[in-house]
């Protein structure tokens, strides 16, 4: 073992090849002809130029991914998040290749990929789940029936859906029929399967997710919560560790619960479970995502595990530690996602050339994560998404004092980004306080999506 192959792009692929160089591996990958010039390039000990700038010719071809992954003689794939970080055609195309896959198991990823069999699974498993259907929509007049007893608001979901996409609240049924017809087309174009499901909302839910580490040994173990309701269209903005809002009676059920699901699906790497919490403390499953999450690194600072090194360690078959088995809270991290988009224009994205930039220093308690330098070009190729702030304190208060003092270093000219908006939201009273949930950006900013 020598070479790991990152198939993935921006700041994720620096932050694997960090773990990497740390473990003494090489780290080498690939870069769109959008991306060449940008600065993760640097953090690569070798890497190829893929001829094409859209995702389907370049970071989701998977025979051109693996076939540079060959030529640049790696031994294992990390796949990152998003792209093909839960495709088990993927997975499997990377192990017949003769590479190690940096990933859990395909049985795993597959129980987990569609939102209709991993609720099946989750309530066998006696993890809670929002009352609902898992059994798929078949036409309008079914959902009618389905949504009637189930009692509005209703969400409707593309079964094989992620990251908020294919998903939509009902509140009558005159919305009905626009929200399946739209399901199923984003499931249809995003994921290739237009299987909908439909379950109640929660109005006004936390967004609350537990970090969770398995090895090939049997062990599982969790790294406690994040808190994400800072969200727009169901993305994530800002997240922290832990959450401000639950008690720790629900801490404690809830990563129960995420780790009887590793144990049910027999779980390896790192993987995170995804609740939504009501105003009673009642919680409720609502996906497993089978990779690194974008968060991660708030779980890392207050924990002081490296997750991205104890992925790869795991696929090489190391037993987790005992310092990971037995991990505790130190403190509070919270995260910025700086976005090219205008949090006053219903959070469009805003593509274009970075005219200058400079990002805060990094400090023990700063943690900076930078995907574009001055001069770049944000293509609208990829997600808004161009780097990540994150700040550690020993108190709540220290670490949203700490990620304001940073962010106001910040400069950027040359297109809209959202560091205002998260100034705003970290000097905001509802925020300070804790008691923020995803319906936040609206109901308290006034803000639209």
């Known amino acids: 073992m020598t070479t790991i192959f990152i198939a993935n792009r921006s700041v994720i692929v620096s932050r694997v090849a960090r ?5 003494g591996y090489r780290a080498v990958g690939v870069a769109s002809e959008a991306d060449k010039d940008l600065p993760y390039i640097s953090d690569l000990d070798d890497h190829r130029v893929l001829p094409g700038s859209r995702p389907a010719e ?3 071809n998977i025979d051109v991914i693996i076939q540079a992954a060959l030529d640049m003689g790696a031994n294992a794939i990390h796949p990152g998040y998003g792209f093909l970080a839960e495709n088990t055609a993927f997975a499997d195309r990377v192990r017949e290749a003769g590479l190690v896959w940096i990933g859990p198991p395909n049985g795993a990823m597959q ?3 569609s939102k209709k069999d991993a609720k099946e699974l989750a309530r066998k498993l006696e993890v809670p789940v929002i009352p609902g259907d898992t059994q798929a929509v078949t036409d309008l007049d079914d959902a009618k029936v389905r949504a009637e007893l189930i009692g509005y608001p209703i969400m409707l979901k593309a079964a094989a859906g992620g990251g908020g996409i294919g998903m939509s609240v009902v509140k009558k049924e005159k919305a009905l029929e ?3 017809d739209d399901a199923r087309q984003k499931g249809r174009d995003f994921f290739g399967d237009d299987t909908v499901i439909l379950e109640k909302f929660i109005e006004n839910p936390h967004h609350v997710e537990i970090q969770v580490l398995s090895d090939k040994h049997g062990n599982h173990t969790h790294l ?3 808190e994400c309701s800072v969200q727009r269209r169901n993305q994530k903005l800002i997240e922290e560790c832990p959450s401000p809002f639950i008690t ?4 404690q059920k809830m990563c129960a619960a995420a780790v009887r699901l590793c144990e049910g699906v027999e779980y390896e790497g790192a993987g995170t479970v995804e609740f939504v919490v009501d105003a009673e403390q009642g919680f409720y499953f609502l996906e497993m995502n089978t990779r690194i999450q974008v968060e991660h690194g708030v779980t890392e600072m207050c924990t002081g595990i490296d997750i991205v090194a104890w992925q790869i360690r795991v696929a090489l078959g190391e037993q ?3 310092d990971v088995m037995n991990a505790s809270l130190n403190g509070t991290a919270l995260e910025a996602r700086i976005c090219v988009e205008d949090a006053n224009k219903r959070f469009l994205p805003s593509p274009g050339v970075v005219n200058e930039v400079k990002w805060p220093e990094r400090t023990k308690s700063v943690r900076v994560e930078s995907g574009v330098l001055s001069g770049n070009e944000v293509t609208p190729f990829y997600d808004s998404m161009v780097g990540k702030v994150i700040a550690f304190g020993k ?5 949203i004092t700490q990620l304001d003092s940073a962010l106001t270093e910040m400069r950027w000219s040359g297109t809209a980004v959202n560091i205002d908006f998260h100034r705003q939201v970290l000097s905001e009273p509802t925020f300070k306080a804790g008691i923020y949930d995803t319906s936040y950006i609206k109901r308290v900013l006034g803000l639209k999506y």
């Open 320 to 322: 987790l530690s005992e």
């Open 111 to 113: 129980k987990m990929a």
């Open 395 to 399: 108190t709540r208060d220290d670490a």
């Open 178 to 180: 626009r929200a399946l």
């Open 19 to 23: 773990a990497a160089h740390a473990l």
């Open 224 to 226: 406690f919560e994040r």
């Open 248 to 251: 720790e009676e629900t801490r």
């Open 58 to 60: 370049t970071y989701l």
